[in-house]
């Protein structure tokens, strides 16, 4: 069985996860023997960001840290038993970006990266690469080689930017409004998500770039080739939404002879964890399961989905489209491996 998945953030981490759970692998993370199983993870790089020189790739790392125990899971992002010492001495300087705090393990992850890239390489290689000491278990390839950045358009307070300014940042040294006034600017995603915990309210998110890169190499191919695609309960703007933005991928999940299954990021109207509810306020959608399945849409009536996992007593009517609920709850690869046996169920494979 070959799997594509659409990943993002640490709902996409954790549904692959699972994804391996299903496909028999093992909690002590040892691979079922002669497999010809295979997972292939098509993974949101907009979220990505250029800070201290480093280019740092939260939702990649986080695949590749959760699916190979190495990640730790109560914070939800970065490696388990990490030290801060390097983020501590930078906020010591007053670098950029004090709000983002970079991990001493993760680190050497970002410098090994940044010179495979600095060097020529492109991402995809260069996940591959970092790939073969971590054996995720997972074929993780960037969506596309291209940069894309989410950009979220906010009104915030001016003052922010003389803070900027005396910490060194990207605004430096520029004056400061009144106390209570507001400045129009395009935050880079991580600014608006990490520093202002997605507290102000978007006008616009747009991942910038995405409508001139090109999918990564395999990407489109993984798709084609699958026996199942998967959409897992990322967030559906800024993980699934941003990998469906660039050119050629919407277009080859809706002509795979694979069916396609989505799953809803949100449980009662809100999102398990992140803001998803916040970002569909953006886009015009209703944070409910319904309207993100309608939002996706049936592959009969030119959208993505054959079949659509809501919450356990939850219901969508999304025309075209199988609906079932189970569970959502990712709590662990177990049950998460029973939310990807009801994908198979639901379309009858
Ligand atoms: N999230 C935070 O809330 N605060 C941080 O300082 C932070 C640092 C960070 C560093 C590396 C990395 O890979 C992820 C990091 N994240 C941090 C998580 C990340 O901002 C987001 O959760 C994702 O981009 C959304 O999927």
Redesign the pocket.
Known sequence: MRIAVLA???GGARFLAGVKAHLGWQPDGSAPADSPDEIIAIVNTA?DIRLHGLQ?C??L??CLYTLSGQADTER???RAGETWTVSRELADYGAEAP????GDK?IATHLVRTRMLDAGYPLSAVMAAIGERWQPGVRLLPMSDDRVETHVVVDRPAADRAQDGAQGGAQGGAQAGADGDTERVALHF?EW??RYRAGLTPHAITPVGADVATPAPGVLEAIRDADLVLIAPSNPVV?IGTILAVPGIREAIRSTAAPVVGVSPLIDDKPIR?HADICLAAIGVEATAQAVGRHYGARSVDGLLDGYLVAEGESADVPGVLVADIPLLMTDPGATAAMVAACRRLVGI
């Open positions: 993002g953030g640490v979220d740092i939260p939702d790392d986080s939800g992002w970065g709000w983002f705090s970079l993760d991580q998500w990490v993980s992140g």
